[in-house]
């Protein structure tokens, strides 16, 4: 199968131009719908009961049994049946950051709920692969022996061994961006599954824990994946990759300082880069860091977060085309960096694009690239550009979104979609014979791959729809995760985001009767310490409406529920997006201490302290007192 491409007559400029000219517009909403669907085609294991892509079965159902652990489920990466632990574990990241900024959108178009299955379906595979704190399994079978086979994951006779990663064969790419992985998918389920969130917050402590202290790149633990998913770039931008993640997620002091006093060291604040992906996340980690710092969660570290915003704006002028070193582009307009699996680097490129441009529009700043300022609607109009291109508008006027439009690739280079379905014809399918009677064929695909991106076209616009041509019409998970959260984005319109503010996810309408962020007046909802000596509740007393924007007032009792006095009592306050009144804010940024005009609170007292801000109350926790 390792063949070059064939490049077919590139189509004129002209006929780009009249294409773009007669097209009305894309359909964002159904587009997603169908993004997010194609991940029921790539699932392992056990399907369930709701599985909406009916020609798939179960399939790799020992996986993990001669090694004594259960490795049943997880997700095909492409259009092999290999599981590889460092991409399944980068498209889970970017499927709950795509969620995060874009929850609410997905769940106007009714697929917040399929988008968190996406999720689940991965981390519940990942707390299998990661039976103890110092061992993750990175790798179900093996890329040699599948890639000599053409068969359908439901006749799979090839190797299924696990590899893993310990202390003596260390991981930190693999156990960084596992971690990272688990620490964005916690925040999903925050609201709609807490126990669930707990949990995942757990392994991601250990597993950056365990990527930080065993060093090493994993590629030299498991050799296997050395030819497939090679860690070219190392592993020190997944440590900061999943420090920022886990700060995102728990607001622990520990992994912002991990940022602050290891980005000169790791390189998130010296490397400049003009691509973004499954191998290497400086771009990501720059971007996430940007935003703590237009948040305001510095800490001390405000100067060394300003430089990873400068490399995060590098990243975003180049692909503008607007920076010091641009980014390669086809003459259709799409963003090009490699011919194998292009596809890859544009959706990436696109959604950085895209939440950057909400955070500098809801900061009201604009992008400082070496050709001048640029506003945030030209970072937004390049995404949906490129977005644009994927969907059909670009030279062939082809859709690379395979289901989407009336032309899109047929013969995709995937072996369950190329050969028959099981349930048609329950055949065997021979390891061989696969390539015999099914690569070969020069007909459609009998089951239609809905919603996968393929590779995408060469430098020049062109492409071959040939199932050999595994360069350009071979889809993977990793190109459709990004490319979700845009096209979310899009099918919002343009109304004002402010994604600066936190964003909670709720739980999708089918599982709760309510989902509401915000509380009603007068009842609790308190993000806050307790315990029995120092207590604090907290409560919405009010709320009004600005320019389209609902504002709370929060009011925080601190009640001394001791028998001796209260003295020396700090609060760490975070999630704080609006002016305080009623405490002194001390030196380190989200520390409080009692008013000016209290020293003390006697036994039985409380004191108030009110705040108000357009989103959820802060969280409050009480981090150090005195009784006496």
Same mark, same amino acid.
């Given at each position: 199968?390792?063949?070059l491409?064939?490049?077919? *007559?590139?189509?004129?400029?002209?006929? /780009?131009?009249?294409?773009?000219?007669a097209?009305?517009?894309?359909?964002?909403?159904?587009?997603?719908?169908?993004?997010?669907?194609?991940?029921?085609?790539?699932?392992?294991?056990?399907?369930?009961?709701?599985?909406?892509?009916?020609?798939?079965?179960?399939?790799?159902?020992n996986?993990?049994?001669?090694?004594?652990?259960?490795?049943?489920?997880?997700?095909?990466?492409?259009?092999?049946?290999?599981? /590889?632990?460092?991409?399944?574990?980068f498209?889970?990241?970017?499927?709950?950051?795509s969620i995060?900024?874009?929850?609410?959108?997905?769940?106007?178009h009714?697929?917040?709920?399929?988008?968190?299955?996406?999720?689940?379906?991965?981390?519940?595979?990942?707390?299998?692969?990661?039976?103890?704190p110092?061992?993750?399994?990175?790798?179900?079978? =093996?890329?040699n022996s599948?890639?000599?086979?053409?068969?359908r994951?439901?006749?799979?006779?090839? $190797?299924?061994?696990?590899?893993?990663i310990?202390?003596?064969?260390?991981?930190? =790419?693999?156990?960084?961006?596992?971690a990272?992985?688990?620490?964005?998918?916690?925040?999903v389920?925050?609201?709609?599954?807490?126990?669930?969130?707990?949990?995942l917050?757990?392994?991601?402590?250990?597993?950056?824990?365990?990527?930080?202290k065993?060093?090493?790149?994993?590629?030299?633990?498991?050799?296997?994946?050395q030819k497939?998913?090679?860690?070219?770039?190392?592993?020190?931008?997944?440590?900061?990759?999943a420090?920022?993640?886990l700060?995102?997620?728990?607001?622990?002091?520990?992994?912002? %300082?991990?940022?602050?006093?290891?980005?000169d060291?790791?390189?998130?604040?010296?490397?400049?880069?003009?691509?973004?992906?499954?191998?290497?996340?400086?771009?990501?980690?720059?971007?996430?860091?940007s935003?703590?710092?237009?948040?305001?969660?510095?800490?001390?570290?405000?100067?060394?977060f300003?430089?990873?915003?400068?490399?995060?704006?590098?990243?975003?002028? %180049?692909?503008?085309?607007?920076?010091?070193?641009?980014?390669?582009?086809?003459?259709?307009?799409?963003?090009?960096?490699? *011919?194998?699996n292009?596809?890859?680097?544009?959706?990436?490129?696109?959604?950085?694009?895209?939440?950057?441009?909400?955070?500098?529009s809801?900061?009201?700043?604009?992008?400082?690239?070496s050709?001048?300022?640029?506003?945030?609607?030209?970072?937004?109009?390049?995404?949906? *550009?490129?977005?644009?291109?994927?969907?059909? $508008?670009?030279?062939?006027?082809?859709?690379?979104?395979v289901?989407?439009?009336?032309?899109?690739?047929?013969?995709?280079?995937?072996?369950?979609?190329?050969?028959?379905?099981?349930?048609?014809?329950?055949?065997?399918?021979?390891?061989?014979?696969?390539y015999?009677?099914?690569?070969s064929?020069?007909?459609?695909?009998?089951n239609?791959l809905?919603?996968?991106?393929?590779?995408?076209?060469?430098?020049?616009?062109?492409?071959?729809?040939?199932?050999?041509?595994y360069?350009?019409t071979?889809?993977?998970?990793? !190109? !459709?995760?990004?490319?979700?959260g845009?096209?979310?984005?899009?099918?919002?319109?343009?109304?004002?985001?402010?994604?600066?503010?936190?964003?909670?996810? %709720?739980?999708?309408?089918?599982?709760?009767k309510?989902?509401?962020?915000?509380?009603h007046?007068?009842?609790?909802?308190?993000p806050?310490?307790? *315990?029995?000596?120092?207590?604090?509740?907290?409560?919405?007393?009010?709320?009004?409406?600005?320019?389209?924007?609902?504002y709370?007032?929060?009011?925080?009792?601190?009640?001394?529920?001791?028998?001796?006095?209260?003295?020396?009592m700090?609060?760490?306050?975070?999630?704080?997006?609006?002016?305080?009144?009623?405490?002194?804010?001390?030196?380190?940024?989200?520390?409080?201490?009692?008013?000016?005009?209290?020293?003390?609170?006697?036994?039985?007292?409380?004191?108030?302290?009110?705040?108000?801000?357009?989103?959820s109350?802060a969280?409050?926790?009480?981090?150090?007192?005195?009784?006496?």
């Open positions: 199968m390792e063949k491409v064939r490049p077919v *007559s590139m189509a004129s400029l002209f006929l /780009f131009f009249c294409f773009r000219l097209i009305a517009g894309h359909d964002y909403g159904q587009a997603l719908s169908k993004g997010i669907l194609f991940y029921e085609a790539q699932r392992s294991g056990y399907l369930p009961s709701n599985q909406r892509v009916t020609w798939r079965s179960n399939s790799g159902l996986d993990g049994k001669t090694s004594g652990v259960d490795l049943v489920g997880g997700y095909y990466d492409a259009g092999d049946n290999v599981k /590889f632990g460092l991409p399944m574990a498209t889970i990241t970017m499927i709950s950051w995060i900024e874009y929850g609410r959108q997905m769940a106007a009714g697929e917040l709920g399929h988008a968190m299955e996406a999720v689940k379906w991965g981390t519940d595979y990942f707390i299998k692969a990661h039976p103890e110092y061992v993750l399994y990175g790798e179900v079978g =093996d890329g599948d890639h000599y086979c053409w068969q994951p439901e006749d799979m006779t090839t $190797d299924r061994t696990a590899y893993k310990d202390p003596s064969r260390p991981g930190s =790419d693999l156990a960084g961006e596992t990272a992985a688990m620490a964005a998918a916690a925040i389920f925050r609201r709609s599954n807490p126990a669930y969130s707990k949990e917050v757990a392994h991601a402590r250990q597993l950056f824990e365990f990527a930080d065993y060093r090493g790149k994993y590629d030299s633990s498991i050799t296997v994946a497939y998913y090679k860690s070219v770039s190392g592993y020190y931008d997944e440590l900061l990759w420090a920022a993640w700060y995102k997620a728990t607001n622990n002091g520990y992994y912002l %300082s991990y940022l602050g006093n290891n980005g060291s790791l390189g998130g604040t010296g490397w400049a880069m003009t691509e973004f992906g499954w191998d290497v996340k400086y771009a990501g980690v720059q971007v996430l860091v935003k703590f710092l237009m948040q305001g969660k510095t800490g001390e570290y405000a100067a060394v300003e430089k990873y915003q400068q490399k995060a704006e590098f990243f975003l002028c %180049s692909c503008l085309g607007k920076g010091s070193r641009n980014v390669q582009m086809t003459p259709g307009g799409l963003i090009f960096r490699q *011919s194998w292009n596809m890859q680097f544009v959706t990436s490129a696109s959604f950085l694009l895209t939440v950057y441009s909400d955070y500098l809801s900061a009201r700043k604009s992008l400082q690239c050709a001048g300022n640029i506003a945030p609607s030209e970072l937004l109009a390049f995404a949906k *550009s490129q977005v644009d291109y994927i969907l059909g $508008d670009n030279p062939r006027a082809t859709s690379y979104m289901g989407y439009g009336s032309n899109y690739p047929q013969q995709v280079h995937h072996r369950a979609s190329s050969i028959v379905s099981i349930k048609v014809n329950p055949s065997f399918v021979s390891c061989r014979g696969g015999a009677t099914w690569f064929r020069k007909s459609s695909d009998p239609v809905i919603g996968a991106a393929v590779g995408g076209p060469d430098a020049y616009d062109n492409f071959a729809d040939e199932r050999d041509n360069e350009q071979e889809p993977a998970t990793y !190109n !459709n995760a990004p490319l979700l845009v096209l979310a984005r899009l099918s919002g319109g343009h109304g004002r985001y402010n994604q600066l503010l936190p964003v909670e996810v %709720s739980p999708p309408k089918p599982l709760v309510k989902a509401n962020s915000v509380p007046h007068g009842t609790a909802n308190a806050a310490s307790t *315990s029995t000596e120092i207590a604090i509740k907290q409560r919405a007393t009010t709320s009004w409406n600005h320019e389209g924007k609902t709370y007032r929060y009011s925080s009792i601190v009640t001394n529920n001791s028998s001796k006095t209260l003295k020396d700090k609060l760490t306050i975070t999630s704080l997006y609006g002016p305080l009144w009623g405490l002194t804010l001390l030196s380190s940024g989200n520390t409080y201490g009692f008013p000016s005009w209290l020293n003390s609170l006697p036994a039985g007292k409380s004191l108030e302290f009110v705040y108000i801000q357009a989103a109350p969280n409050v926790a009480v981090s150090k007192y005195t009784l006496a």
